[in-house]
C-alpha cells in the first residue's frame, strides 16, 4: 500500500538538530528508510516558525528550514524529488516527494510579494496561523473573542488561490475559518487535526469544519498526536494512546467527511510522545491494521493512506 503524509516537522529538527534523514536509527521519526518500508510517495514538509520569531527573523528562521529541504534535495537526487506542480507529482518515478508547507504565516511579515518569494522556493501550502496570533488572524491558543481574518489575511487567501498554493485550516479557530470557507475559490485542507466529537478541544475540527471542508472538494489530515487523539492524553501522566484511538478519529472523519475528504497528516517528529505502537512512520502497518480489524474496506484505507492527499494537490498545485 502507498502512503503520503499530509504533515511532518522532520526537516525542522533536521535544520535545528542536524538530524540525517538518511539514517534509520538517527533520531527521526520520518526517515528514508523507514518511508521505504511502508511504501511512502510524498511527504508535506512543515516550515514551522516558533512564535518567538515575528518579522524579519520569522522569514530568516523559514529560510533555514527550507534550505534543509533543498540541501536534502540536492544531495540526494535519485531518493528525493521536489513536487512544485501536477507534472511533477506524476513523475516521481519511485523518488520521495516533498513538499514545503508553511505551519503558520508568520514569515510573509504581512507580505504578499514575500508570498511570491516563498511560492519560488516551491512553498505549495501554508497553514494560516499556528496557536498564536500573526498577521492573518488569531491562532485556536488564542482566548476567545478571537480575531477574525485581517485585510491581509483576505488578500492573502486570494492570491493563493490565484498562484496555486494551498489553504490550510489546521490551528484556525472560528471565526477565521468560516471567513475562510466563504472566501476559498480552490479547496481548502486541514492538514492535520483530530475530532472535537471525539476530544472537545478547540484545536480539533469540529463536524461542522469537517463538513465544510469535504463541500469543498478538500481533505482533512488526521494526525498522531496523542493529546488530539485521547482526552487527557497531552497530560502529564495521562492514559496511553494507541493506534486503535487512531482510527476512531480516522472512522469519524470519514462517516463524517465521506470516503474521499480523509487523509493521514501525522505530524510526526512535531512531539515527543508518540502513540504506544506507532512509534514512527514505520509502524503505519499497525495503523493499516487497526482499521482492517474494524471492517474499513481496502479501498477506503488506501484512499486514506495516499490516494485523497496525492489526488487533492493534483488538484490544487499549479499545472
Given at each position: 500500500m502507498r502512503y503520503a503524509d499530509a504533515h511532518a516537522d522532520t526537516f525542522y529538527r533536521v535544520a535545528t538538530e542536524g538530524l540525517d534523514p538518511l539514517q534509520r536509527e538517527g533520531g527521526l521519526h520520518v526517515n528514508v528508510p523507514r518511508m521505504r518500508d511502508v511504501g511512502q510517495v510524498l511527504q508535506v514538509c512543515s516550515v514551522f516558525t516558533p512564535k518567538h520569531y515575528q518579522?524579519?527573523?520569522?522569514?530568516?528562521?523559514?529560510?533555514?528550514?527550507?534550505?534543509?529541504?533543498?540541501?536534502?534535495?540536492?544531495?540526494?537526487?535519485?531518493?528525493?524529488?521536489p513536487v512544485r506542480t501536477r507534472r511533477d507529482l506524476a513523475g516521481l518515478n519511485g523518488r520521495l516527494g516533498l513538499i514545503p508547507w508553511l505551519e503558520g504565516a508568520s514569515p510573509l511579515?504581512?507580505?504578499?510579494?514575500?508570498?511570491?518569494?516563498?511560492?519560488?522556493?516551491?512553498?505549495?501550502?501554508?497553514?494560516?496561523?499556528?496557536?498564536?496570533?500573526?498577521?492573518?488572524a488569531d491562532g485556536c491558543g488564542v482566548a476567545?473573542?478571537?480575531?477574525?481574518?485581517?485585510?491581509?489575511?483576505?488578500?492573502?487567501?486570494?492570491?493563493?488561490?490565484?498562484?496555486?498554493?494551498?489553504?490550510?485550516?489546521?490551528?484556525?479557530?472560528?471565526?477565521?475559518?468560516?471567513?475562510?470557507?466563504?472566501?476559498?475559490?480552490?479547496?481548502?485542507?486541514?492538514?492535520?487535526?483530530?475530532?472535537?466529537?471525539?476530544?472537545?478541544?478547540?484545536?480539533?475540527?469540529?463536524?461542522?469544519?469537517?463538513r465544510a471542508i469535504a463541500d469543498r472538494g478538500g481533505i482533512v489530515g488526521i494526525d498522531?498526536?496523542?493529546?488530539?487523539?485521547?482526552?487527557?492524553?497531552?497530560?502529564?501522566?495521562?492514559?496511553?494512546v494507541n493506534c486503535q484511538d487512531v482510527a476512531d478519529h480516522v472512522q469519524h472523519a470519514v462517516a463524517v467527511c465521506g470516503r474521499d475528504h480523509v487523509a493521514i497528516g501525522g505530524d510526526f517528529d512535531g512531539f515527543a510522545d508518540t502513540c504506544t505502537d506507532l512509534r514512527h512512520v514505520g509502524d503505519m502497518?499497525?495503523?493499516?491494521?487497526?482499521?482492517?480489524?474494524?471492517?474499513?474496506?481496502?479501498?477506503?484505507?488506501?484512499?486514506?493512506?495516499?490516494?485523497?492527499?496525492?489526488?487533492?494537490?493534483?488538484?490544487v498545485l499549479p499545472a
Amino acid at each position: 500500500m502507498r502512503y503520503a503524509d499530509a504533515h511532518a516537522d522532520t526537516f525542522y529538527r533536521v535544520a535545528t538538530e542536524g538530524l540525517d534523514p538518511l539514517q534509520r536509527e538517527g533520531g527521526l521519526h520520518v526517515n528514508v528508510p523507514r518511508m521505504r518500508d511502508v511504501g511512502q510517495v510524498l511527504q508535506v514538509c512543515s516550515v514551522f516558525t516558533p512564535k518567538h520569531y515575528q518579522a524579519a527573523p520569522a522569514r530568516d528562521f523559514a529560510d533555514r528550514i527550507i534550505d534543509a529541504i533543498d540541501c536534502s534535495l540536492e544531495a540526494n537526487a535519485a531518493t528525493f524529488a521536489p513536487v512544485r506542480t501536477r507534472r511533477d507529482l506524476a513523475g516521481l518515478n519511485g523518488r520521495l516527494g516533498l513538499i514545503p508547507w508553511l505551519e503558520g504565516a508568520s514569515p510573509l511579515c504581512g507580505s504578499l510579494e514575500l508570498l511570491g518569494a516563498f511560492f519560488q522556493r516551491g512553498v505549495r501550502g501554508i497553514g494560516l496561523t499556528h496557536n498564536h496570533a500573526n498577521e492573518v488572524a488569531d491562532g485556536c491558543g488564542v482566548a476567545e473573542p478571537r480575531r477574525g481574518l485581517s485585510t491581509f489575511g483576505r488578500d492573502l487567501v486570494g492570491r493563493m488561490n490565484q498562484l496555486g498554493v494551498a489553504v490550510d485550516c489546521a490551528h484556525l479557530p472560528q471565526p477565521a475559518f468560516d471567513e475562510v470557507m466563504a472566501l476559498a475559490k480552490a479547496p481548502p485542507c486541514i492538514s492535520h487535526t483530530g475530532c472535537r466529537a471525539l476530544v472537545n478541544i478547540t484545536r480539533n475540527a469540529d463536524d461542522a469544519m469537517l463538513r465544510a471542508i469535504a463541500d469543498r472538494g478538500g481533505i482533512v489530515g488526521i494526525d498522531f498526536y496523542p493529546g488530539h487523539l485521547k482526552a487527557g492524553a497531552g497530560d502529564a501522566g495521562g492514559p496511553p494512546v494507541n493506534c486503535q484511538d487512531v482510527a476512531d478519529h480516522v472512522q469519524h472523519a470519514v462517516a463524517v467527511c465521506g470516503r474521499d475528504h480523509v487523509a493521514i497528516g501525522g505530524d510526526f517528529d512535531g512531539f515527543a510522545d508518540t502513540c504506544t505502537d506507532l512509534r514512527h512512520v514505520g509502524d503505519m502497518g499497525n495503523l493499516e491494521s487497526a482499521l482492517h480489524s474494524r471492517g474499513m474496506a481496502e479501498t477506503v484505507i488506501e484512499a486514506v493512506f495516499s490516494g485523497n492527499l496525492l489526488r487533492y494537490l493534483g488538484e490544487v498545485l499549479p499545472a
